[in-house]
């Protein structure tokens, strides 16, 4: 008397199927919880339009049961509504007399489907939907595809509707094929396409629309789909080869505006339900995502431009102030966001669903945070506007490239405290005037540190013992200097493996400590500036253990040792960097650099003779840029 299939429903859940007299009476689903299942009984024929709920069973005997119970109760009822539903089936397809209906065949409806650009379609819209046969076809495609991409439960759960909400809605005015589709699961939104407005917007229209007036579907649909999205149309051929009415001719001029791409297909419909050997034509548009404009982001722009009337005619000094861009770039987001939070508050009343509902549907957050009053969600907003700034300024070339990476690090850590002060020049004057006294520091141990990597620091080694040159110092006998050729340790540089004579990685270890100091001394006369990886592989594609960087030449011996030769126009760093360890190590008397050598007493004298001789000694009170008095001088940090 019972037959039972398994069917899944349009989200590829499944459940039993329960059919009596020809007709589907019932339907046991099967539910999970804790690990246990149990399984839910519905009537889906007689007691109402509805079905009844029959109840749960623990095993699918038993809701066979509750089945077979509820029958024997109702069963004249029910078998009456069985005669009526497959009635109501037959009723429900058109009877073509006269009528532009033609149910699309599945082997066109792939075609359609086809066409569309599925990557960012969340929303579908299908008029004229009649039975349901392209919106079944739809149907299958989208889980087929969301499945094959393994979409998710992230992605599903932000861009795909929530279980028992449709993906596709659906437009039909027969009220019997209304019905049907309902009975399929798919969601009626409406009677009449010609008619329908939503502020709902749909990401694809695909659409087989009576053929005696697709004209006017076609141009509805591009009305709808204006605010941008994908349309696919099945037409009568005629509608675009014979444009004879000014309705025609105002969809093919906006057809070809659109750059809409069409296909005449013949005997598309010739094996179809309803057979016709009409030729169609396969529209597809894709109208691009319009942006949205802002009537805030307008009136602020005219503000600005009303009160800097000479903003247009900026000069070439002013624009290439990227510290006053960055100031002036926070500013207009601050005022921005102040109109926006500004806006909202003075709508939210109109929003707000009362204090038996709940949240309102529309919220205002910053950040990850629900926020409080108007002035509250101000200062959060300020709060993490100013992060992103300082954040960004920290990240300049003009500063990076002056920080060693411990000094980057620490002041990343400080962009939370920076936060609470206003991105303004005082406040970025003074943090510069902090970063500067810091790197002033900085650079001073980098370059002392360069001094005795080239000098004592591996005196120990043999080959390295003769990097020391001594001079008679001002305050000890001990004084030294580095020449223009020094030895250093390489352990690890000269690669044991492969063809590669120098491994890069060692090597631009070791380099590049020693160029960033020597960058420091350059004071910026050195324009261009080989990279370290470019010239080891110059080195190592010409089978060369030496290497031409910007101050010096390298050549790595296998036995652990680097030959640094530095080049002639590299002398006045060697000799600023003499002069700054000399002078911070008490080896210079305190008065060089400030009184000319003939001014200087015998011992002074004595001094500078040994050191580099009056003649060198005058040049260099001819140039201050040789005389470096402290780190700060070699910090020309902007704003400052």
Same mark, same amino acid.
Request: hydrophobic fraction near 35%; glycine fraction near 6%.
């Given at each position: ?59 699918? +005997? ?32 058109p009877s073509f007399d006269n009528s532009g209906f033609y149910p699309t065949p599945s082997k066109l409806a792939g075609k359609m489907l086809s066409c569309v650009d599925w990557a960012n379609v969340f929303s579908i819209l299908e008029p004229s939907a009649g039975k349901g046969d392209l919106a079944d076809a739809v149907t299958a495609f989208v889980r087929s595809y969301r499945n094959s991409r393994r979409i998710s439960f992230f992605f599903a759960s932000v861009f795909l509707p929530p279980p028992g909400e449709p993906y596709l809605d659906c437009i039909e005015r027969d009220s019997d094929l209304a019905a049907l589709l309902r009975g399929k699961g798919l969601h009626v939104v409406h009677d009449d396409f010609l008619t329908f407005r939503s502020f709902k917007q749909y990401d694809l229209c695909i659409m087989n629309p009576p053929f005696d007036s697709g004209d006017e579907h076609l141009l509805h649909a591009l009305s709808l789909m204006e605010r941008g ?117 003075? #709508? ?12 309102? #549907? ?43 990476? +411990? ?6 850590? %400080? ?142 011996? %296998? ?21 700054? +360890? ?39 009170? +001819? ?18």
């Amino acid at each position: 008397m019972f037959t039972y299939a398994t069917k899944k429903n349009r989200y590829g859940d499944e459940h039993i199927a329960v059919s009596a007299n020809g007709a589907e009476i019932a339907t046991i689903k099967p539910s999970s919880y804790y690990g246990n299942t149990e399984y839910i009984v519905s009537a889906t024929i007689g007691g109402d339009d509805r079905g009844d709920y029959l109840g749960r069973a623990s095993t699918i +005997a038993g809701a066979k049961k509750k089945i077979r119970d509820w029958y024997s109760e109702h069963s004249a009822a029910v078998t009456t509504a069985a005669a009526n539903s497959r009635a109501a089936d037959l009723r429900r397809l058109p009877s073509f007399d006269n009528s532009g209906f033609y149910p699309t065949p599945s082997k066109l409806a792939g075609k359609m489907l086809s066409c569309v650009d599925w990557a960012n379609v969340f929303s579908i819209l299908e008029p004229s939907a009649g039975k349901g046969d392209l919106a079944d076809a739809v149907t299958a495609f989208v889980r087929s595809y969301r499945n094959s991409r393994r979409i998710s439960f992230f992605f599903a759960s932000v861009f795909l509707p929530p279980p028992g909400e449709p993906y596709l809605d659906c437009i039909e005015r027969d009220s019997d094929l209304a019905a049907l589709l309902r009975g399929k699961g798919l969601h009626v939104v409406h009677d009449d396409f010609l008619t329908f407005r939503s502020f709902k917007q749909y990401d694809l229209c695909i659409m087989n629309p009576p053929f005696d007036s697709g004209d006017e579907h076609l141009l509805h649909a591009l009305s709808l789909m204006e605010r941008g999205g994908q349309i696919v149309c099945l037409l009568n051929a005629e509608t675009i080869r014979n444009p004879y009415t000014n309705r025609r001719k105002i969809l093919l001029q906006q057809l070809h505006e659109h750059n809409a791409r069409i296909e005449f297909i013949e005997n598309a419909f010739r094996h179809a339900q309803r057979p016709t050997d009409v030729e169609i034509a396969l529209v597809y548009v894709n109208i691009p995502k319009k942006e949205i404009p802002s009537d805030i982001l307008s009136s602020l722009r005219r503000a600005h431009e009303k009160s800097n009337p000479s903003s247009e005619q900026a000069t070439d000094l002013a624009s290439a102030d990227w510290l006053q861009n960055m100031i002036d770039g926070y500013n207009f987001e601050a005022a921005l966001g102040e109109k926006l939070i500004n806006e909202f508050a003075a #709508l939210r009343p109109y929003m707000d669903p009362g204090k038996d509902h709940g949240e309102p #549907l529309l919220s205002l957050k910053v950040g990850n945070r629900n926020t409080g009053n108007n002035a509250t969600m101000m200062n959060a907003y300020l709060f993490g506007l100013r992060a992103k700034y300082w954040s960004n300024l920290l990240r300049r070339p003009e500063l990076t490239d002056k920080m060693t990476s +411990a000094m980057q690090q620490d002041y990343y850590g %400080k962009v939370n405290s920076l936060s609470e002060y206003d991105f303004a020049r005082y406040n970025i004057e003074t943090v510069m005037r902090e970063i500067a006294h810091q790197l002033s520091r900085g650079v001073e141990d980098s370059i002392l540190d360069l001094f005795d990597t080239f000098s004592t620091k591996h005196s120990w080694y043999p080959e390295c013992a003769n990097n020391i040159h001594y001079y008679n110092g001002w305050a000890t006998n001990k004084a030294h200097k580095v020449g223009m050729k020094v030895i250093i340790p390489s352990n690890g540089c000269c690669a044991s493996w492969g063809r590669e004579k120098l491994d890069s990685y060692r090597v631009n270890s070791l380099i590049s400590d020693l160029e960033r100091a020597m960058n420091y001394l350059d004071r910026g006369e050195t324009t261009f500036h080989t990279p370290i990886d470019r010239a080891v592989r110059i080195a190592n594609m010409n089978d060369m253990n030496k290497a031409d960087f910007t101050y010096f030449t390298c050549t790595f011996y %296998k036995k652990g040792t680097c030959h640094i030769k530095f080049k002639p126009e590299a002398s006045r760093i060697i000799d600023r960097l003499n002069i700054f +360890a000399g002078q911070k190590k008490n080896w210079l008397p305190p008065t060089y650099g400030k009184k000319h050598y003939a001014d200087m007493t015998a011992e002074e004298q004595a001094v500078i003779d040994d050191f580099q001789g009056a003649e060198s000694y005058e040049k260099t009170i +001819a140039d201050p840029s040789m005389l470096i008095t402290s780190g700060s001088a070699l910090m020309a940090l902007p704003g400052m």
